[in-house]
């Protein structure tokens, strides 16, 4: 069954899509890998989008991360925050039958 808040992030194939998406206030919900095992940012220039996001899910504020982004449009360094998720946190890929 999609989580409430399914349309709320987006991914991108390409990163530059992602991060255009992120800094224009977007959530933009990022895959990879450490250490071989599954884990995703979901970053936004929105913090309160974020944290609003984070509450529904059990995430405690205090863990959301700061980190500024290059926009891929000037080059200028924007703020930009994310939570890392690992495990049961990340949300299933859409059209996955998760």
């Known amino acids: 069954m999609p989580r409430p808040d399914a349309e709320a992030w987006c991914e991108f194939a390409a990163r530059r899509d992602g991060v255009i998406h992120a800094l224009d206030g977007g959530m933009w919900l990022h895959r990879w890998k ?3 095992r599954p884990m995703a940012h979901l ?3 929105d913090k309160d989008a974020l944290l609003a996001w984070g509450t529904r899910h059990g995430m405690d504020e205090r863990w959301i991360q700061y980190k500024p982004l290059k926009d891929p449009r ?3 360094r924007v703020p930009a ?5 690992f495990g049961d946190a990340i949300p ?3 059209g996955s039958g998760d």
Request: aromatic content about 12%.
């Open 92 to 94: 299933p890929r859409r």
């Open 43 to 45: 970053v936004s220039s």
């Open 74 to 76: 000037s080059g200028e």
């Open 81 to 85: 925050w994310h939570w890392d998720l």
């Open 34 to 36: 450490l250490d071989g």
